[in-house]
């Protein structure tokens, strides 16, 4: 019992003893990395950056920033780090005190002072950044934007005539942003480079509407002073032209419409002269559309008129054509009527096609005169006369449809002639064919078939030499013939095939008589069977007969059987 207790106390002291150490050493390295951290601020590179602001203006804002960058960077030197060291001595005697709850949290404060260290060096490495970053910044763009300023005002003056009464107001702006930009060289001379900065972006922003002004007001000058009204006096002049020529344009009202653009024209030179670019540039792009659309109108009248003088006449002979036609089809549909019978649908698409003509015809008079009297304009016109021409197509096609359905009625009749005496001759070869197999009988059912084909084929035949002839019912009974040859040839091998196959099974079977006499009287009903035509009933007794007296009797025989047939279809091949 005492062993056991001195056991268990050794193990919990090496447990106890285990746990020191790790948690010793976790808490060291935990330590090590904040000091490492305090190291790594304090050597930040804060005087080398203040050492460059040095070199800068030190007067107004720059001396203010950089007095409160070093004072928080000397609180940074001289506190804080200070405080951390102490801290750190302090935790470090806790762990030798084994108090490592108490120095986890006296870490835990350690590494929060840090982060609120680090965030005040970062935020004074940042706005020192920002302040040398804009001073070279402006130096460099300064220069730039003091040469883009002088290049505008040399256009100015080499160009002025091509801004027009603009110039003046463009001079004024370049005065105002040179102003601007004098500020911007006070600003930077007292050291005020962050609000230099901020000046300096606004006056590119400026310097970029001015130079797009001066790209375009000269070419929107050009458009909205000459190339623009040139074009809307062409679409005028051509109006009024094109109306002494005898066109109906007063639906366009392009007069209207024409001095709507004037105006709108007018306003664009107001715009410009106070160098409103942006709103110029809209009207502009609506004129140029609108003028545009006055072109396309214009020509569509032209083109319109010069179809419909090209094609009316035309379209009244087509017309014309086209009713003859249709005449020479209804007397062709009587004639064909004596010979083929044809629906109601099908009869009655010349006296359909004849109503349509004449309703054409009405709409090709009412054209004609509103042609003749020269009140409406050419594209109305123009489009009445393509429905017409739409119309007068499509019954062509219609006409030349129903022309070849009555061609087809005559065709269809010779080829149901000569399928009609095909499927005679396919016949006489079936016939032919149970003939010479010899059959002993043939089966009820099978003359049966064979009666329903002979008759199909007679009713078809019948259909036939009717007048006038139903095409549609010559078809259907010719399908209804096909049929039933189709499904008597099938049943014509099947029976061949049926009365070979018990002939030998019976052969086969007279083979037990001897070994097996019981056998004897199936297969005489088998035979009775046979020579009364009921092949299937024979095949049906011989082979119950035969498996009864040999279980692989049936096998045997199928084997045989087809070596047979193989041998049988080898020679007939060749």
Request: net charge negative; charged share 35%.
């Amino acid at each position: 019992m005492m062993v056991k207790f001195v056991i268990g106390a050794v193990i919990v002291a090496l447990v106890l003893l285990i746990y020191i150490i790790i948690t010793r050493k976790k808490n060291a390295t935990e330590i090590d990395r904040l000091d490492m951290k305090k190291t790594e601020l304090l050597h930040r590179p804060v005087n080398e950056e203040l050492t460059k602001v040095k070199r800068l203006n030190m007067t107004g804002q720059t001396e203010e920033l950089f007095d409160r960058w070093r004072a928080e960077w000397d609180e940074v030197v001289t506190v804080d780090i200070p405080a951390i060291d102490e801290k750190l001595f302090e935790s470090e005697g806790k762990i030798d005190q084994f108090r490592f709850g108490t120095a986890k949290k006296t870490n835990a404060d350690i590494a929060g002072h840090l982060d609120q260290i680090e965030k005040k060096v970062d935020g004074i490495l940042t706005e020192l950044d920002q302040l040398v970053g804009s001073e070279e910044k402006n130096r460099a763009e300064g220069e730039d934007m003091h040469a883009r300023q002088r290049d505008a005002r040399k256009r100015l003056l080499a160009h002025r005539h091509t801004f027009g009464k603009a110039a003046a107001v463009l001079e004024v702006q370049l005065d105002v942003s040179t102003g601007r930009f004098e500020k911007f060289a006070d600003l930077t001379e007292d050291g005020n480079y962050l609000e230099a900065r901020e000046l300096l972006m606004e006056i590119q922003v400026e310097m970029d509407k001015i130079q797009h002004k001066m790209e375009r007001i000269p070419v929107l000058m050009t458009e909205v002073n000459h190339i623009l009204p040139a074009q809307l006096a062409e679409i005028e002049n051509g109006y009024k032209e094109m109306k002494q020529d005898g066109y109906l344009l007063d639906h366009l009202q392009i007069e209207k419409e024409a001095n709507v653009l004037k105006e709108d024209l007018s306003r664009c030179r107001d715009f410009l002269v106070k160098t409103e670019v942006e709103e110029t540039e809209l009207i502009v792009s609506d004129a140029k559309d609108s003028i545009e659309f006055f072109y396309d109108l214009l020509e569509k009248e032209v083109i319109a008129r010069h179809n419909v003088m090209k094609d009316e006449g035309q379209i009244g002979l087509i017309i014309d054509e086209i009713r003859g036609y249709n005449g020479d089809l209804i007397e062709e549909t009587d004639v064909v009527k004596q010979s083929y019978q044809l629906d109601e649908e099908e009869s009655s698409v010349p006296r359909y096609l004849e109503e349509e003509i004449y309703h054409l015809e009405k709409q090709y008079e009412i054209l004609h005169g509103r042609i003749a009297e020269e009140k409406t304009a050419y594209s109305f016109l123009y489009d009445e006369l393509k429905d017409i021409q739409a119309r007068i197509k499509e019954m062509k096609k219609e006409q030349e449809g129903f022309t070849a359905f009555l061609q087809t009625l005559r065709k269809d009749e010779v080829e149901a002639g000569e399928e009609l005496q095909s499927l005679r001759l396919h016949v006489q070869q079936i016939t032919r064919k149970v003939k010479q197999s010899n059959l002993p009988g043939l089966p009820d059912y099978y003359r049966d078939m064979a009666e329903e084909a002979h008759h199909r084929l007679k009713e078809t035949n019948t259909y036939l030499n009717e007048k006038p002839l139903n095409m549609k019912a010559v078809r259907e009974k010719l399908d209804a013939a096909k049929s039933a040859i189709n499904h008597l040839t099938n049943k014509t091998d099947e029976l061949i095939e049926q009365v070979e196959l018990s002939e030998r099974m019976i052969q086969f079977g007279n083979r037990y008589r001897g070994t097996h006499p019981s056998i004897g009287s199936k297969l005489n009903e088998a035979e009775i069977a046979f020579r009364h035509a009921d092949y299937g009933k024979a095949l049906e007794l011989c082979a119950t007969a035969i498996d009864k007296v040999d279980s692989r009797g049936l096998k045997r025989f199928d084997a045989q059987y087809t070596e047979e047939r193989k041998k049988k279809e080898t020679a007939v091949s060749k």
